[in-house]
């Protein structure tokens, strides 16, 4: 795993670096990953308005913002990411938020179809779901936990529409884009911090 990991981080993206990736890709018409399709494309461009428009609303809780400045262990959070993705839309901008308020978190990201070894070890019930925070220790590159795909509340809302529907339309898509709108990225926020704080309570005891 360390090998993979390795690889991936040596041809990761910082979060500026890629968003101008995708916004270069979606300027000549394309998408990240190997399929391309205009509805990819046109998700791609929906993203792009949701990704501006997040990075300057955003906001992490104060209790969260303290959190974050007392880590003492050093961080990688590895994301897999797409720029078609609609979760990764909402979920990115509030990690890449979170890692500005600690010295210790360094924030990588990488394409899933370009790192299809990453993705295989870190599936969601066999699928190759996005975004997955992978939280790796920064010395020893041993993964610590993972987040993702989704928060709670976005995942049970498609579990339920899906068992009423029996599949993920385009409705079932704007029910979970109204709920992030609503939640304003608190759960996501709040469900790796929960994540963290145990992390470094581990730390602590293990010193």
């Given at each position: 795993m360390k090998t993979i990991i390795n690889q991936c981080l040596s041809k990761s993206f910082t979060y500026a670096d890629y968003?101008?990736?995708?916004?270069?890709?979606?300027?000549?018409?394309?998408?990240?990953?190997?399929?391309?399709?205009?509805?990819?494309?046109?998700?791609?461009?929906?993203?792009?308005?949701?990704?501006?428009?997040?990075?300057?609303?955003?906001?992490?809780?104060?209790?969260?913002?303290?959190?974050?400045?007392?880590?003492?262990?050093?961080?990688?959070?590895?994301?897999?990411?797409?720029?078609?993705?609609?979760?990764?839309?909402?979920?990115?901008p509030i990690i890449h938020k979170?890692?500005?308020?600690?010295?210790?978190?360094?924030?990588?990201?990488?394409?899933r179809d370009e790192n299809e070894a990453l993705m295989n070890l870190f599936l969601t019930h066999g699928t190759k779901a996005i975004p997955k925070l992978i939280i790796i220790e920064k010395s020893s590159l041993k993964v610590l936990g993972d987040f993702g795909p989704r928060p709670k509340g976005a995942k049970q809302l498609i579990l339920d529409y899906k068992q009423k529907q029996g599949l993920v339309?385009?409705?079932?898509?704007t029910d979970l884009q109204l709920w992030y709108l609503h939640d304003k990225g608190l759960s996501t926020q709040n469900e790796i911090m929960d994540l963290m704080t145990n992390l470094e309570l581990l730390n602590l005891q293990n010193r």
């Open positions: 968003r101008n990736h995708v916004s270069k890709l979606i300027q000549e018409g394309f998408s990240t990953g190997n399929e391309q399709t205009a509805d990819l494309l046109h998700y791609s461009e929906l993203n792009e308005v949701r990704m501006n428009r997040l990075d300057k609303t955003i906001k992490i809780s104060m209790g969260n913002i303290q959190k974050l400045e007392t880590f003492q262990k050093e961080y990688i959070w590895l994301v897999i990411s797409e720029g078609w993705c609609g979760d990764a839309a909402q979920i990115l979170m890692a500005e308020f600690s010295k210790q978190i360094e924030l990588k990201i990488v394409l339309d385009e409705t079932a898509k």
